[in-house]
């Protein structure tokens, strides 16, 4: 792969870390991001292991300002940033009737508003560089899933501001699709068994009689993905959601 510059949100930890390794493994310097750059610590050794250059920015997804200049920071120190995954993510879960406001607003604006920030501030680089790549994360949930309402409306809306976004700058070159992960073992499955009381291993345990081939997924099944997505070889792929679940989803 040509030398390219990526930017991946919410790099911490989890899949953005993951994904940010693979990045670098596949030949991009790469723009950790997440709220405190301390975190992004480890994120950063492990893409300057593999011979990549790594800036890692403490920045809320949710915050324009703080996008505007994280980008223009990114430009500035490793080049023009013309991948970009958008992978920063909460939750917030509860039933309906039991969901405040600001728990709907939280999860909007770091998931949708996030993307929508982050993909117009670096959009730019990509049209001018006539090639770019977009990935979204989405998520099983975007089909519907109990207590997610919040959570689940934004995953699907991620989904319709893939195809648009593929839709407008495909004449650019520049690819945009989204990955849709199952359940994936991270710090964010975890708080969510301990939310429900029970232990992370039994609620893995019990995730897996629901998944065809009979494991959970792991962050680097996700960066797998997006790898793909972020191929120069794939520039004939845009506007898809893929679904890595281990199995079918509907
Ligand atoms: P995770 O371990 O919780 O990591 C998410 C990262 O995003 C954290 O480091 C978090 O920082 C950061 N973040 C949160 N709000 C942010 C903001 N406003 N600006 C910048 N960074 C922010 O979660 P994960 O499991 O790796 O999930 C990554 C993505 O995959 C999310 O979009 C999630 O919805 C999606 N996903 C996950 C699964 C799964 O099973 N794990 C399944 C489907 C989709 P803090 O730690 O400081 O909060």
């Not at 911490?12 to 596949?26: K, N, P, S, T, W």
């Not at 991948?83 to 909007?108: H, P, Q, Y």
């Not at 501001?161 to 073992?185: C, M, Q, S, Y």
């Amino acid at each position: 792969m040509t030398k390219r510059v990526a930017i991946v949100t919410g790099a911490a930890r989890g899949i953005g870390a993951a994904v940010a390794r693979r990045l670098a493994e596949d030949g991009c310097d790469v723009g950790v991001l997440d709220l405190d750059a301390e975190a992004c610590a480890a994120t950063v050794e492990a893409v300057r292991a593999t011979g990549r250059a790594a800036v890692a920015l403490g920045t809320d997804v949710s915050d324009e300002s703080a996008v505007n200049e994280a980008v223009a920071t990114v430009s500035s120190t490793l080049g023009p940033p013309v991948i970009l995954v958008n992978n920063a993510g909460v939750l917030r879960d509860n039933l309906l009737f039991k969901m405040e406001l600001s728990d709907w607003r939280t999860v909007m604006d770091v998931h949708l508003a996030g993307a929508f920030l982050m993909s117009r501030a670096t959009q730019r680089f990509m049209t001018e560089t006539g090639w770019g790549r977009i990935v979204n994360m989405s998520s099983t949930s975007a089909l519907g899933n109990r207590g997610q309402a919040n959570y689940s409306a934004a995953k699907a809306g991620l989904q319709g501001f893939t195809k648009t976004l593929a839709i407008e700058l495909g004449r650019f070159g520049v690819t945009v699709n989204a990955v849709a992960p199952g359940f994936i073992a991270t710090a964010m499955t975890e708080a969510t068994a301990q939310r429900i009381g029970v232990s992370f291993e039994q609620m893995q345990e019990m995730a897996v009689t629901q998944i065809p081939v009979g494991r959970v997924g792991q962050p680097d099944d996700i960066a797998n993905a997006v790898s793909f997505f972020a191929d120069e070889r794939s520039g004939f792929v845009s506007g898809q959601v893929l679904y890595v679940a281990g199995g079918p989803v509907n």
